[in-house]
């Protein structure tokens, strides 16, 4: 269990002197709910520092949205050379649904880790929706009115 150090100054040392002393400034993170955030007597200024959001903690919804991401993932995975090798318009809107999928999702998770606060948070997801929504229809008229992504990658590649 790895604890991190603090500098004895940050704790009021004694005469000017920065003395290492052995405070732990994280705890480790307690997997139940009811001992988080609760203070340690005789540390001072010692607090837990959360990694994620804990709402859906245990719970089955999260569980099968992890393993839906790891799916869609491999999914990508074959579906990118499957496009390549057999390019049709079915491919094209498969691509187009993995692609704005696999990005909502990642770009769902940076909002999650970096954004703080819960009106911004919210605010900011939603502009993620709409970019996921424009995106998924950008993609489908592309392939409805123009060569569509298989064919559209392989004229790249031409060039």
């Not at 607090?47 to 839906?68: E, F, R």
């Amino acid at each position: 269990m790895a604890n991190i150090w603090r500098l004895g100054v940050l704790c009021g040392a004694q005469g000017g002197r920065a003395l290492f002393l052995r405070i732990p400034v994280v705890r480790p993170a307690y997997v139940s709910a009811f001992l988080q955030d609760q203070p340690t007597p005789g540390q001072c200024r010692t607090q837990h520092i959360h990694l994620s959001p804990n709402h859906h903690a245990g719970s089955k919804a999260s569980s099968l949205h992890w393993t839906g991401e790891r799916v869609v993932s491999v999914l990508l995975l074959g579906l990118i050379p499957a496009a390549y090798l057999n390019p049709s318009s079915a491919m094209d809107y498969s691509l187009a649904a993995a692609l704005t999928l696999h990005s909502h999702w990642g770009l769902g998770q940076v909002v999650t880790d970096y954004v703080h606060g819960d009106a911004l948070q919210k605010t900011t997801k939603a502009g993620v929706l709409a970019l996921s929504a424009l995106t998924f229809a950008g993609l489908c008229y592309f392939n409805y009115h123009d060569v569509g992504i298989c064919k559209a990658v392989a004229m790249l590649w031409k060039l």
